[in-house]
C-alpha cells in the first residue's frame, strides 16, 4: 500500500519490517507499548525537499491571486509573545485582526476580511477576549510551559485551564521534546490526551468548544523521520478539528516547505484511514505574500483530491492558519499592488 506522495514516503511493511527488526532487542514491557503507538512510514528526505520545491513554481492568474490573498488574510492568527508585551499592545493587534485595512473599501473597492485569531499569552487572553468579543475572530493562547514544554506536567495543565477560564478559545500547546527524542513516545502522546481533556472539560464549563493546536517544535526534530512520527503521535492523540503545528517561532528552522509537506501528508493518511481532519498550522518564517500563495498550492494539490468536484476543506480557516504576524502587511501591499499596480508606500499599513 502506498502512502503519501510515491517516492516520498517509502511503504508501511517496510518500516513495520525495520521497527520489527528493533523490537527483537527490546525488553518485553517496550515491545508492549510499541504495539500500541502509530506506526509512520520512513520519509524519503530528497524526494520530499523535491516535491515541496516544485510547488514555488506554479503561476497564479490575477483573479485567483486575488482570492488566495483574501483567503490568506482569513487564515492568518496574529500574534505576539513577547516579554514587553502590554495590555496596550494587545488591544492594538485585536483592532488590526478586526479591521486589518481600515481604508479597503475606498482604496480597493471591497471589504478585506477579519483574521482567524490573536494568539497571545494566557495573561493577555482576558484583554483579547474582551476586544474581540463578538466580532468572530477567535482569542488563541500558548499554554503548557510555551515554548520549551519542560515543566511539571500539573502546572502545564494548570496553565492550560487557568488560559481558558481567561476567555481563550483556542490552546497552542508544545509536545516535551526532550521526551520525544528520548524515545518516550507514549508518555509524548498521554501528556497530549490530558490537554485534550482539559480543553474539553474546561470549554465545556465556560460554555463553549476549545480547539488545540499542538506544536511539534519541528526545528529541534532533526529529521523528516521525526516529524512524520511526532505527526502521527500528535495525530493519535487528538480530536477531530484540532491541529498539528510547526513551531513556536523561538527555534530556526521554523516552517518550511518540506516539513508542512510530511505533515500534510500524516493528516491526509488520517483522512483516508478514519474520515477525520485534522488542521495544520504553519507558524515562523513566512513573511510573504509570495510564500503564502506557495503554501496555498501545497494544500490544494495535496488535501484537493480527496473530495473529488468540491473545494478542499483544508483550503479554510477551520483546517489551515498561518503564525504570522508580518506576513499580514504583506499580504494587504500585495493587494493594493493587483488593484492600483502599483505597491503602497510600506508605511501606509500600521504595525499592530
Request: positive net charge.
Amino acid at each position: 500500500m502506498k502512502t503519501g506522495f510515491a517516492g516520498i514516503c517509502r511503504p508501511r511493511w517496510l518500516a513495520r519490517k525495520n521497527e520489527a527488526a528493533f523490537a527483537l532487542s527490546c525488553p518485553r514491557p517496550t515491545i508492549a507499548l510499541m504495539s500500541a503507538l502509530p506506526v509512520s512510514p520512513t520519509i524519503d528526505t530528497v524526494a520530499a525537499e523535491q516535491r515541496a520545491r516544485s510547488f514555488t513554481t506554479r503561476s497564479i492568474k490575477n483573479e485567483s491571486k486575488a482570492a488566495a490573498l483574501r483567503l490568506a488574510i482569513a487564515m492568518t492568527d496574529l500574534t505576539t509573545l513577547e516579554g514587553k508585551d502590554s495590555p496596550e499592545k494587545v488591544r492594538s493587534l485585536c483592532r488590526k485582526a478586526v479591521r486589518p485595512f481600515p481604508a479597503d473599501e475606498s482604496v480597493l473597492g471591497e471589504r478585506l476580511p477579519s483574521v482567524a485569531a490573536v494568539c497571545v499569552y494566557p495573561s493577555m487572553a482576558p484583554v483579547a477576549a474582551e476586544m474581540l468579543h463578538g466580532t468572530g475572530v477567535r482569542v488563541a493562547s500558548v499554554a503548557t510551559g510555551f515554548p520549551s514544554g519542560q515543566y511539571p506536567l500539573d502546572v502545564r495543565i494548570r496553565d492550560v485551564r487557568h488560559a481558558i477560564e481567561a476567555g481563550t478559545d483556542e490552546i497552542d500547546m508544545v509536545i516535551n521534546r526532550g521526551a520525544f527524542l528520548s524515545g518516550r513516545y507514549r508518555e509524548v502522546c498521554e501528556e497530549i490526551r490530558e490537554v485534550v481533556h482539559v480543553c474539553t472539560s474546561a470549554g465545556a464549563d465556560a460554555g463553549r468548544a476549545v480547539h488545540l493546536k499542538v506544536i511539534l517544535e519541528t526545528g529541534e526534530l532533526e529529521t523528516l523521520d521525526n516529524v512524520r512520527r511526532a505527526s502521527d503521535l500528535a495525530i493519535a492523540s487528538i480530536r477531530d478539528g484540532d491541529f498539528i503545528k510547526t513551531s513556536t517561532g523561538k527555534v530556526q528552522p521554523a516552517a518550511t516547505m518540506p516539513v508542512c509537506l510530511v505533515m500534510l501528508e500524516a493528516i491526509r493518511d488520517e483522512f483516508l484511514r478514519s474520515g477525520r481532519r485534522i488542521g495544520l498550522k504553519p507558524a515562523g518564517g513566512i513573511r510573504t505574500a509570495k510564500q503564502a500563495w506557495h503554501y496555498l498550492c501545497m494544500v490544494h494539490e495535496t488535501m484537493g483530491p480527496l473530495d473529488p468536484g468540491r473545494p478542499s476543506p483544508w483550503l479554510d480557516p477551520n483546517l489551515f492558519r498561518f503564525g504570522a504576524s508580518s506576513l499580514l502587511n504583506d499580504l494587504l501591499r500585495s493587494f493594493v499592488k493587483l488593484r492600483r499596480g502599483a505597491y503602497p508606500a510600506d508605511d501606509e499599513f500600521a504595525d499592530a
